[in-house]
T-cell receptor
Framework: GDSVTQTEGQVALSEEDFLTIHCNYS??????LFWYVQYPGEGPQFLFR?????EKGSSRGFEATYDKGTTSFHLRKASVQESDSAVYYC????????????FGKGTSLVVHP | GALVYQYPRRTICKSGTSMRMECQAV??????VAWYRQSPQKTFELIAL?????????EQNFTQEKFPISHPNLSFSSMTVLNAYLEDRGLYLC????????????FGEGSKLTVL
C-alpha cells in the first residue's frame, strides 16, 4: 500500500536556523502530496500541497517541491521562529484515484529562542 | 473559510461503555470524512474513510461493529467507539475533504477518549 516516511522524528533548532524535514513517499499511482502542521492542543492544519512533478507548494515561509524522480517532498524554511515549534506531517492522497489519505509519523520541531 | 468542529473535546468513560463523537463541517461541503486515531506518540491510524453516497471503507484492524460511522449529509458525520477498552484510548480526529478534486483535509481539534 501507499506509505510516507519522515526521516526525522525530532528536530531542534535555534531561531533563524534553516529547516529541512525529509519526506519520501511510496505510491502506486500519482498522488498529491501535502504538508500539515499540528500545534499543541489543536488538530492538524493543512499547510500546502503539490499535485505534479516539479510543482512547488508554499505557505507561511515553508516550501516543498514535488520530486517524482526521488519520490520526495522535503519541507524547508529559510529562517525558523520559535512560533514554528509544532509537529509537521507529510501526507499523500490521490484525489483522482483510490483516495486514501496517508500520513507520515510526524516530525516534532522545537525552535529555541 | 473551511472549519471543522468536533465534540465532545474530551470524554472519560468506564471500560466497556461506549462513546459517540461528532464532526461538523462549516463553510464547505464535506464529500469525504476520514476518521483517525492519534496515539500519544502523535502517529495517525486511519480508521475509516466515509464518502457520501458510497460505502464506508474501514481499515484493517478497525470494523464497523466496533466503530460504527454515520455520514448522513455533506456537513455532518459521527462515529461511536463501542465497548471501549484501554487500547481504544487516544485522540480521535475527523478530517473532512471538500469536493472530489482536492485531496487536502480540514481537521477538527479532535475528541480525546480516556478509558478507566
Amino acid at each position: 500500500g501507499d506509505s510516507v516516511t519522515q526521516t526525522e522524528g525530532q528536530v531542534a533548532l535555534s531561531e533563524e536556523d534553516f529547516l529541512t524535514i525529509h519526506c519520501n513517499y511510496s505510491a502506486s499511482g500519482y498522488p498529491a502530496l501535502f504538508w500539515y502542521v499540528q500545534y499543541p492542543g489543536e488538530g492538524p492544519q493543512f499547510l500546502f500541497r503539490a499535485s505534479r512533478d516539479k510543482e512547488k507548494g508554499s505557505s507561511r515561509g515553508f516550501e516543498a517541491t514535488y520530486d517524482k524522480g526521488t519520490t520526495s517532498f522535503h519541507l524547508r524554511k529559510a529562517s525558523v521562529q520559535e512560533s514554528d515549534s509544532a509537529v509537521y506531517y507529510c501526507a499523500l492522497g490521490d484525489p483522482g484515484g483510490n483516495y486514501k489519505p496517508t500520513f507520515g509519523k510526524g516530525t516534532s520541531l522545537v525552535v529555541h529562542p | 473559510g473551511a472549519l471543522v468542529y468536533q465534540y465532545p473535546r474530551r470524554t472519560i468513560c468506564k471500560s466497556g461503555t461506549s462513546m459517540r463523537m461528532e464532526c461538523q463541517a462549516v463553510g464547505f461541503q464535506a464529500t469525504s470524512v476520514a476518521w483517525y486515531r492519534q496515539s500519544p506518540q502523535k502517529t495517525f491510524e486511519l480508521i475509516a474513510l466515509s464518502t457520501v453516497n458510497s460505502a464506508i471503507k474501514y481499515e484493517q484492524n478497525f470494523t464497523q461493529e466496533k466503530f460504527p460511522i454515520s455520514h448522513p449529509n455533506l456537513s455532518f458525520s459521527s462515529m461511536t467507539v463501542l465497548n471501549a477498552y484501554l487500547e481504544d484510548r487516544g485522540l480521535y480526529l475527523c478530517g473532512a475533504r471538500e469536493g472530489l478534486n482536492t485531496g487536502q483535509l480540514y481537521f477538527g481539534e479532535g475528541s480525546k477518549l480516556t478509558v478507566l
